[in-house]
């Protein structure tokens, strides 16, 4: 193997490791979002708890509840 051969390799090796770290990163946010998602609304279909404290027990604006709940207002 010759030296641009071998630089190559490296650099493919190294943009393959990059790769896999951001994938990873992405999918840890992707996975994120969708529990918070998934937890805010639990909350609104079975507690009486008002909007700013599903927000404050979440740790998510309160336009991200408000856009759950219009979400559940559209599937009924």
């Known amino acids: 193997m010759g030296i641009i051969e071998a630089i190559k390799l490296i650099t ?3 943009a393959f490791e ?3 770290i951001i994938g990873t990163k992405i999918g ?3 996975g994120s979002q969708c529990k918070t998602y998934e937890v805010t609304k639990n ?3 079975h507690t ?3 909007i700013s404290k599903i927000a404050t027990l979440i740790n998510c ?3 991200f509840v408000k856009k759950v709940q219009n979400d ?3 599937n009924e």
């Open 43 to 45: 909350l609104l279909l």
């Open 12 to 14: 493919f090796q190294e």
């Open 18 to 20: 990059k790769g896999v």
């Open 28 to 30: 840890i946010e992707m």
């Open 72 to 74: 559940l207002e559209n």
């Open 48 to 50: 009486d708890l008002r």
């Open 61 to 63: 604006p309160e336009s």
